[in-house]
Protein backbone atom coordinates (compact mmCIF):
# COMPACT_ATOMS: atom_id res chain seq x y z
CA UNK A 1 0.00 0.00 0.00
CA UNK A 2 1.33 3.24 -0.91
CA UNK A 3 0.34 6.29 1.69
CA UNK A 4 2.06 9.66 2.51
CA UNK A 5 3.47 11.09 5.45
CA UNK A 6 5.33 14.35 6.81
CA UNK A 7 8.89 14.09 8.94
CA UNK A 8 11.19 16.36 9.76
CA UNK A 9 14.03 16.82 7.08
CA UNK A 10 16.48 15.47 9.65
CA UNK A 11 14.98 11.91 10.48
CA UNK A 12 14.09 11.81 6.58
CA UNK A 13 18.03 12.14 6.04
CA UNK A 14 19.55 10.25 8.75
CA UNK A 15 16.61 7.27 7.11
CA UNK A 16 18.32 7.59 3.36
CA UNK A 17 21.75 7.07 5.06
CA UNK A 18 20.36 4.29 6.85
CA UNK A 19 19.03 2.79 3.86
CA UNK A 20 22.21 3.32 1.91
CA UNK A 21 24.38 1.80 4.21
CA UNK A 22 22.41 -1.67 4.95
CA UNK A 23 21.50 -1.54 1.08
CA UNK A 24 17.41 -1.68 1.45
CA UNK A 25 14.95 0.68 -0.34
CA UNK A 26 13.43 3.44 1.81
CA UNK A 27 10.38 1.56 1.73
CA UNK A 28 11.70 -1.35 3.22
CA UNK A 29 13.36 0.76 5.75
CA UNK A 30 10.17 2.02 6.67
CA UNK A 31 8.22 -0.91 6.70
CA UNK A 32 10.85 -2.77 8.77
CA UNK A 33 10.83 0.39 11.33
CA UNK A 34 6.93 0.69 11.61
CA UNK A 35 6.93 -3.30 12.21
CA UNK A 36 9.09 -3.36 14.76
CA UNK A 37 7.71 -0.55 16.37
CA UNK A 38 4.56 -2.02 16.59
CA UNK A 39 5.86 -5.43 17.88
CA UNK A 40 7.11 -3.80 20.35
CA UNK A 41 3.81 -1.94 21.56
CA UNK A 42 2.27 -4.91 21.02
CA UNK A 43 4.69 -6.61 23.78
CA UNK A 44 3.95 -3.42 26.19
CA UNK A 45 -0.05 -4.41 25.99
CA UNK A 46 0.15 -7.68 26.85
CA UNK A 47 2.47 -6.99 29.39
CA UNK A 48 -0.10 -4.09 30.93
CA UNK A 49 -3.07 -6.72 30.66
CA UNK A 50 -0.78 -9.58 32.76
CA UNK A 51 0.42 -6.88 35.24
CA UNK A 52 -3.45 -6.30 35.78
CA UNK A 53 -4.15 -9.83 35.91
CA UNK A 54 -1.55 -10.74 38.32
CA UNK A 55 -1.32 -7.67 40.28
CA UNK A 56 -3.86 -8.47 43.11
CA UNK A 57 -2.73 -12.23 43.48
CA UNK A 58 -0.28 -13.22 46.61
CA UNK A 59 3.02 -13.77 44.49
CA UNK A 60 4.86 -15.43 47.73
CA UNK A 61 5.12 -19.17 47.97
CA UNK A 62 4.07 -20.73 51.25
CA UNK A 63 7.23 -21.53 53.55
CA UNK A 64 7.13 -25.33 53.34
CA UNK A 65 7.23 -24.76 49.35
CA UNK A 66 10.02 -22.29 49.35
CA UNK A 67 11.75 -24.66 51.51
CA UNK A 68 11.26 -27.67 49.38
CA UNK A 69 12.73 -25.35 46.41
CA UNK A 70 15.81 -24.79 48.51
CA UNK A 71 17.08 -27.89 49.22
CA UNK A 72 16.24 -29.14 45.94
CA UNK A 73 18.31 -26.24 43.91
CA UNK A 74 21.11 -26.65 46.69
CA UNK A 75 21.92 -30.01 44.90
CA UNK A 76 21.45 -29.23 41.37
CA UNK A 77 24.94 -28.25 39.75
CA UNK A 78 25.01 -24.87 37.75
Not at 4 to 27: K, N, Q, Y
Amino acid sequence: MKIALSIPDELFESGETLSRRLGVSRSRLYATALAEFVAKHRGRKITERLNTVYGSEESRLPRSLRRLQSRSLARETW
